[in-house]
């Protein structure tokens, strides 16, 4: 049995999710696919397995940058958080909303992370 999907799922990334490694050349970025970890350049990524499942290493989630006509999801008010399914047409909102933090792949994302970003917002907008 390939158990690829629950050990990505496991390390809080989706199969095909590029990420990067801490500790690794800067220049390097990572995915799963259903082989197992694959990079950008001939690295020895069983080693680089070991040492992220081991606590030596970390995955640092590369931020989502949606592309002109891809679909996204943010949260657009604070009471109530209303989340959004949007389409990045490289308007001055999308950017907005990529620069903040408020742009996720997923509803489920834009739910917990896009609710706790507005409410930091509004609290620092209310001097709290």
């Given at each position: ?16 999710e590029e ?8 220049t ?7 082989h197992?970890l694959?990079?950008?350049r001939?690295v ?8 992220i ?6 995955i640092v989630?590369?931020?989502?940058k ?7 999801w943010?949260?657009?008010?604070i009471?109530g958080?209303y ?5 990045w ?5 999308d950017?907005?909303h ?11 994302e ?6 706790a ?9 209310d001097?709290?």
């Amino acid at each position: 049995m390939n158990y690829i999907k629950q050990v990505a799922e496991m390390l809080g990334v989706e199969v095909g999710e590029e990420f990067k490694i801490s500790d690794t050349d800067e220049t390097l970025t990572f995915h799963f696919d259903e082989h197992g970890l694959k990079s950008n350049r001939d690295v020895e990524q069983p080693y680089l397995l070991s040492s992220i499942l081991n606590g030596r290493r970390e995955i640092v989630k590369i931020p989502f940058k949606p592309k002109c006509g891809e679909e996204y999801w943010t949260c657009l008010f604070i009471k109530g958080g209303y989340i959004a399914l949007e389409t990045w047409c490289d308007c001055s909102v999308d950017y907005c909303h990529w620069k903040l933090g408020n742009c996720f792949r997923t509803r489920e994302e834009a739910e917990i992370k896009g609710r706790a970003i507005m409410k930091k917002i509004k609290a620092e907008y209310d001097g709290e």
